[in-house]
């Protein structure tokens, strides 16, 4: 179903980089960035929406010690936003805007896993997802969907899209993050260690956790490259874990597929010089 109309005090968000996109005609399709400061992400007319509000109330309403410490690393879920259409009723996830209050955000889209096709996949679905950025996705067991490089030295901005994540291999995923880095830069060695800092506090929270399986996820990487051409003391550096349309539960498991992909990245970043 189209929807050629915007929620009031709405506009398409300007730095997503992957996902659902906006699209001539469809607008309910992609994601939106409200006037209050949130992002709006359309809820999906399946279970795969209906599992994504669940995760997010789940983690938000509960109390478990284990789940109070995700709150932390994935976005800060305020409810939902219903939108009357001439045509329909849709519903959008209220989050945080993991880049709010950056002038220069890069961003990087890092799908976590080698299996990114949830336990009811078809053959025919699992095949599709198996051959999907295939060139990282299996020596390494995570892919890039998409990045958006503030380029200090140039002074512009890179958008770069499936396509190019698609064409990565192990052998040169390692220059793309080197590029998502800004690696010319003084502050790099900074700016990778706090990167590292908060990707091995996601690694902690999954060598503990037992609540839930998670595939087809990404972890979002934001920074401010303003900080790195004033060459600031400050870095603001924010890491979250996003898309959450297939988690399934644990059953007291450990999630060995998400847990190999990120230990694998943080090891690649941590080579990087």
């Given at each position: 179903?189209?929807?050629?109309?915007?929620?009031?005090?709405?506009v398409?968000?300007?730095h997503?980089i992957?996902?659902?996109?906006?699209e001539?005609?469809?607008?309910?399709?992609?994601?939106?960035?409200?006037?209050?400061?949130?992002?709006?992400?359309?809820?999906?007319?399946?279970?795969?929406?209906?599992?994504?509000i669940?995760f997010?109330?789940?983690?938000?309403?509960?109390?478990h010690?284990?789940?109070s410490?995700l709150?932390?690393l994935?976005?800060?879920?305020?409810?939902?936003?219903?939108?009357?259409?001439?045509?329909?009723v849709?519903?959008?996830?209220?989050?945080?805007?993991?880049?709010?209050?950056?002038?220069?955000?890069c961003?990087?889209?890092?799908?976590?896993g080698?299996?990114?096709?949830?336990?009811?996949?078809?053959?025919?679905?699992?095949?599709?997802?198996?051959?999907?950025?295939?060139?990282?996705?299996?020596?390494?067991?995570?892919?890039?969907?998409?990045?958006?490089?503030y380029?200090?030295?140039?002074?512009?901005?890179?958008?770069?899209?499936?396509?190019?994540?698609r064409?990565?291999?192990?052998?040169?995923?390692?220059?793309a993050?080197?590029?998502?880095?800004n690696?010319?830069?003084?502050?790099?060695?900074?700016?990778?260690?706090?990167?590292?800092?908060?990707?091995?506090?996601?690694?902690?929270?999954?060598?503990?956790?037992?609540?839930?399986?998670?595939?087809?996820?990404?972890?979002?990487?934001?920074?401010?490259?303003?900080?790195?051409k004033?060459?600031?003391?400050?870095?603001?550096?924010?890491?979250?874990?996003?898309?959450?349309?297939?988690?399934?539960?644990?059953?007291?498991?450990?999630?060995?597929?998400?847990?190999?992909?990120?230990?694998?990245?943080?090891?690649?970043?941590?080579?990087?010089?």
């Open positions: 179903m189209s929807v050629t109309e915007l929620p009031d005090q709405a398409p968000l300007e997503q992957a996902g659902h996109r906006h001539k005609g469809n607008l309910y399709s992609g994601m939106l960035k409200h006037i209050d400061g949130y992002v709006m992400k359309p809820v999906q007319n399946n279970q795969r929406g209906k599992t994504e669940e997010y109330e789940q983690v938000f309403q509960s109390s010690p284990t789940l410490k709150k932390c994935v976005p800060h879920f305020f409810g939902l936003h219903q939108f009357v259409s001439d045509t329909a849709h519903y959008y996830i209220k989050m945080e805007d993991i880049a709010a209050g950056m002038l220069k955000p961003i990087a889209d890092i799908k976590i080698r299996q990114t096709w949830d336990p009811y996949s078809s053959p025919e679905k699992q095949f599709t997802e198996n051959m999907k950025y295939s060139g990282t996705k299996q020596p390494l067991a995570f892919c890039i969907p998409g990045m958006s490089i380029d200090v030295a140039s002074d512009q901005v890179l958008k770069l899209d499936k396509h190019y994540g064409s990565l291999n192990s052998d040169t995923v390692r220059d993050l080197r590029l998502y880095f690696s010319t830069q003084i502050v790099e060695k900074r700016l990778l260690a706090e990167i590292l800092r908060q990707l091995n506090t996601v690694r902690m929270w999954f060598e503990e956790q037992r609540h839930f399986l998670f595939y087809a996820t990404s972890l979002l990487l934001v920074y401010d490259a303003d900080l790195l004033e060459r600031s003391n400050v870095l603001n550096v924010r890491i979250r874990m996003i898309d959450f349309a297939h988690v399934y539960p644990a059953h007291n498991s450990r999630d060995s597929n998400y847990l190999e992909g990120l230990c694998k990245l943080i090891q690649i970043i941590s080579s990087i010089q």
